[in-house]
């Protein structure tokens, strides 16, 4: 899985985004589902050891291009585009092989009348290719050309690439078309479609390199089958001294690589090879004339060669860092994200038998009847233990006297089970008042109420029973009413399992109103 | 066996609060009513379409007195209380509900007990935590202080010692990301058996949330990006007044720009799973304030020392100058559309606006008027600010919180950019002016400016850092 991406599977990586992006009814969701799914199956299968961003993407192509082929053998706008660029790439290359071949054949059409003009081998093969690269190089090409809009050549080219490719997606289903379309404008039009130039890029480096290559082979085929002479002339006063230093310089790349005579003519040859119109040729020495052929040779190899070979060596590594950028885009970054993070859902169950219908405690509250007791009577008041303490007992006493209660005696009640059932046994016996305590800032539960509905059964008929409900108590204040809801809330569970039961006012009775 | 937590406690003491909240559940009912829960409702975790542990909400306890009772009988005559209650009772209507919330416990359940820290014990407290104890199943207790205060706390921790393996304060109303996470991991000191599940739940977690920080990064970005590449143009007949067509193209931009905010912010509602309850921000917030309000450009963005370190300066003085040097001319021409606009001269005073209208062309049959892409350097900071401060109250919102109208106070220092570092804001000053300039080479500036949001969330939100494009 350690592959180089192909031009192939950028622009399919691409397609299918959109793909994804186009299909409305997809939620991140949905999204996040089928791409972890792809990511369990692979590692249930095995097939993603490590975990990189470019793994899961490869992985994600792989499923994704087996999941939109379904049998049809679509041509995907990747295999499209690719397709087109390595025939136009092969054409390219065939086309300098040719070019190279061509020219170097008819530079060496030598008759013998006339040495071949080194100056003009120079001035037509070697230095526009010079110019050319010192054009790429002085402009920050290389290392702009990925921010920039394409050079004007490249995008002679992609135009009618696109068009082609264009015409191919046609032939097929109208989603590959349309969003498949959009991908391939995306690589001529986009920011992000800087991408498409370095496949432009290799292919006019190897037309280049073809070129030279096909330019080179024929030198050193005629060379090898022909009788060459190589000349110098200029009209300027030029002479063989200041030529021999040029020679000298263009040749330091290859000097030490070669022996001297090898490497470049003599000034001795120079001058033994400079042809002089009126003087005719006759007087010049074959070895003189011979000399150049090396010597143009390498400057073919190291000025027209190795540069394009050292480009298309930079359009590869362009193209990869330039990849390398593509693939960092956020809507990919979301594919591995979507992959590696796993699904997770803590959602409930369907809700179901929950009590409905209830009166809303937010209703206002009754005002308790205020009781205007006839005449005072003794009780009995039953407090949960938890309020059992002196300060409560003796608020509580305070409180009741004015309704009408003289709190003569006080159980704890709710210690325990089975002290309640024999207090719950005692009471039958009890003949006056009594007053059930409830703290109602705790939420009333089965327990209290049944306590409440088994007194109320017990006690004789000429026992009263009262409720007094109380509040959440503060640090200085035991004993305070309690608050509307919880008022309306414990009156309703108690009108829910006894009858005829009063409700004493609190202290701030009014506060069951506005505590 | 899938390990399972029982949610138990007294009626309205916030088992269902707890439970939405630390499963993020926000359709779980809650209601001041107790009661409301009378049958068992399981929430399971599920991991990668399996489910690992589950949650389950139980019935308050109804009569804790009396099953003390009857589980202290079966416990003097050696028989495993909880199932013996369970098979004596599970008929009896006055104790359906007790038995209900049993239900999960006979199925091997771990107990959480949930109490109302800001009320004092009761007997009746102790005598269920004296049941739960005596059913002999892993347990720990979650003090959920309902209304804030704490001073009851110390009476239950002393009780809780005696009862659970272990205690934690979780209040169901504030807790956030981190104290979910630190309650998770405190399960699993209640049960040997359930502290690798329990892991690799935690992990999830923090997987997930990493995952959603990283989304919300991403529509941060987006909205940046949309905001300040937003345009709009106008074409005007020459004998009609340039000044209502301004206005209404100024209104445009705004309200263009108030409606992408809008959707970033409910997308980032959704990422955070505030699903069916609408979330409310604080009354006091400034996210109340437009986009262009004089306290919203107050408050948020970054001071003028610290625009200048971004770099971004520069270009807003030079144009407060310019449009000095026209002598107000310009501004005749270009800034004269109402108190709006006022606004934005709340940071460079009343000349330097935060989009300025331009009169793009005067053909003969229409005048072209365009607003927009924003150049204030100042802008894309309030953005910024404006939505850091919304993830950070989302993310702080508790599920199981429904008390929508209770003032919550504004984290600000944090979560602000002011609060960034130098390196920081020139890192963000260079997205910025490179969406500003609508820039080719803006992927690499927003691949940095991600992971420094991703940093700022995982500050706000209390989750663990992670290396830059380490998934796992």
């Known amino acids: 899985m350690n592959k180089t991406w192909r031009f192939e599977d950028i622009v399919d990586l691409d397609y299918f985004c959109r793909l994804d992006r186009l299909e409305k009814q997809s939620t991140e969701m949905d ?4 791409d972890r799914h792809f990511f369990l199956e692979a590692r249930k299968l095995g097939e993603l050891r490590t975990i990189s961003h470019h793994q899961c993407l490869r992985f994600w192509l792989q499923h994704r291009r087996r999941f939109a082929d379904d049998g049809a053998q679509h041509h995907t706008p990747g295999s499209t585009l690719d397709n087109l660029l390595w025939a136009g790439s092969l054409l390219l290359l065939l086309l300098g092989g040719v070019l190279g071949i061509g020219a170097g054949l008819s530079y060496f059409a030598y008759t013998g009348q006339t040495p071949l003009n080194v100056f003009i081998f120079f001035t037509i093969f070697i230095l526009p290719q010079l110019l050319f690269i010192l054009l790429i190089v002085l402009r920050p090409v290389l290392l702009r050309l990925a921010n920039n809009d394409f050079p004007p050549l490249l ?17 097929t289903d109208s989603t590959v078309e349309t969003v498949g379309g959009k991908a391939l404008t995306s690589l001529f039009v986009e920011k992000t479609g800087n ?22 082979a024929v030198t050193l085929f005629k060379i090898a089958t022909s009788d060459l002479a190589f000349g110098w002339q200029t009209t300027l006063d030029i002479g063989a001294g200041s030529l021999h230093s040029l020679v000298q310089t263009l040749a330091f790349p290859w000097s030490w690589l070669v022996a001297e005579s090898l490497s470049h003519p003599t000034l001795q040859q120079i001058e033994g090879s400079r042809i002089i119109l009126k003087e005719g040729i006759y007087h010049l020495t074959t070895t003189d004339l011979t000399s150049w052929w090396p010597f143009l040779l390498f400057c073919l190899l190291f000025y027209g060669l190795l540069p394009r070979l050292i480009l298309l060596l930079a359009g590869f590594i362009m193209y990869r860092r330039s990849m390398e950028r593509y693939l960092r885009q956020r809507k990919f970054y979301a594919i591995s994200r979507r992959m590696l993070t796993p699904l997770v859902s803590t959602q409930a169950e369907p809700e179901e038998n929950r009590r409905d219908n209830r009166p809303s405690t937010a209703e206002t509250p009754e005002k308790p009847a205020d009781s205007q007791p006839i005449s005072v009577r003794e009780a009995l008041i039953l407090i949960p233990v938890d309020l059992c303490d002196d300060n409560t007992l003796a608020s509580l006493k305070e409180y009741l006297m004015p309704q009408g209660f003289r709190v003569s005696e006080s159980k704890a009640i709710f210690r325990s089970y089975e002290e309640d059932r024999s207090l719950l046994e005692e009471m039958t016996d009890v003949d006056k008042a009594v007053v059930v305590v409830f703290e109602a800032w705790m939420a009333p539960i089965r327990e209290q109420l049944s306590f409440l509905e088994k007194l109320a059964c017990r006690l004789r008929q000429e026992a009263s029973l009262g409720i007094c409900l109380v509040g959440r108590p503060g640090p200085d204040r035991p004993f305070v009413s309690p608050q509307p809801q919880e008022y309306l809330l414990w009156r309703r569970k108690i009108d829910e399992c006894c009858t005829g039961i009063s409700f004493l006012t609190t202290p701030d009775s009014a506060g069951a109103k506005e505590p | 066996m899938i390990p399972e937590f029982a949610i138990l406690g007294h009626p309205n003491e916030g088992k269902s609060s707890v439970l939405s909240t630390l499963t993020e559940d926000d359709s779980v009912r809650i209601s001041a009513e107790p009661g409301e829960t009378i049958k068992c409702r399981t929430f399971p975790v599920i991991i990668d379409n399996r489910e690992i542990i589950r949650f ?129 991991e405190a399960l699993k000191s209640i049960e040997q058996d359930w502290q690798e599940v329990l892991d690799y739940v935690v992990t999830t977690f923090k997987d997930d949330w990493r995952n959603r920080n990283y989304r919300t990064s991403e529509l941060i970005s987006e909205l940046l990006t949309d905001c300040l590449q937003l345009k709009m143009e106008k074409n005007v007949a020459p004998e009609t007044s340039l000044e209502p067509a301004k206005k209404e193209l100024f ?112 053909g003969t049959a229409t005048i072209k008027l365009q607003i927009g892409p924003n150049t204030n350097p100042q802008f894309p900071f309030i953005v910024l600010d404006r939505a850091l401060l919304y993830y950070s109250h989302i993310t702080t919102w508790a599920h199981g919180r429904r008390d929508y109208d209770a003032s919550l106070s504004e984290k600000s220092p944090p979560v602000l950019t002011r609060s960034l570092p130098r390196t920081s804001l020139k890192t963000i000053g260079h997205y910025f002016r490179m969406l500003q300039k609508n820039g080719s080479d803006v992927a690499d500036a927003e691949d940095t400016f991600k992971k420094l949001i991703m940093r700022q969330l995982n500050v706000v939100s209390g989750a663990e850092e992670y290396e830059d494009n380490d998934f796992h």
């Open chain 1, 195 to 216: 991408l498409l130039k370095w496949p432009l890029f290799k292919a006019t480096q190897l037309f280049a390199v073809a070129f030279n290559i096909g330019l080179a």
């Open chain 2, 251 to 362: 209104h445009r931009y705004t309200a263009k720009l108030a409606h992408l905010e809008n959707l970033c912010h409910r997308e980032m509602r959704k990422i955070f799973k505030h699903n069916v309850f609408d979330y409310r921000l604080p009354s006091h917030s400034i996210l109340h304030q437009d986009l262009f309000a004089d306290e919203t450009w107050q408050f948020l963005g970054l001071s003028r020392s610290q625009l200048a370190i971004t770099g971004g300066a520069g270009g807003a003085a030079l144009a407060a100058g310019l449009d000095l040097a026209a002598g107000g001319a310009s501004l005749g021409l270009f800034t004269s559309i109402g108190g709006a606009l006022g606004a934005f001269g709340a940071v460079y005073g009343s000349r330097n606006i935060a989009s300025k209208i331009k009169v793009l062309g005067i």
């Open chain 2, 56 to 184: 389950t909400d139980t019935p308050g306890f109804q009569n804790p007195t009396r099953m003390l009772s009857e589980m202290q009988k079966f416990s003097e005559s050696s028989e495993d209380p909880l199932q013996s209650f369970y098979r004596r009772y599970h008929n009896d209507d006055d104790l359906r509900h007790d038995c209900e919330l049993l239900r999960p416990l006979l199925r091997g359940a771990g107990i959480l007990y949930v109490a109302d820290g800001s009320r004092p014990l009761r007997q009746v407290d102790l005598a269920e935590m004296e049941v739960l104890r005596l059913t002999g199943k892993p347990r720990m207790a979650i003090l959920n202080c309902k209304r804030g205060e704490e001073e009851f706390s110390p009476q239950w921790k002393a009780q809780f010692r005696k009862h659970f393996n272990s205690s934690r304060v979780f209040n169901a109303h504030r807790a956030d990301y981190r104290q979910r996470i630190r309650l998770l």
């Open chain 1, 31 to 34: 999204l996040h589902q089928r």
């Open chain 1, 155 to 171: 995008r002679a080219l992609a135009a009618p690439l696109k068009k082609a490719a264009e015409r191919r997606l046609r032939a």
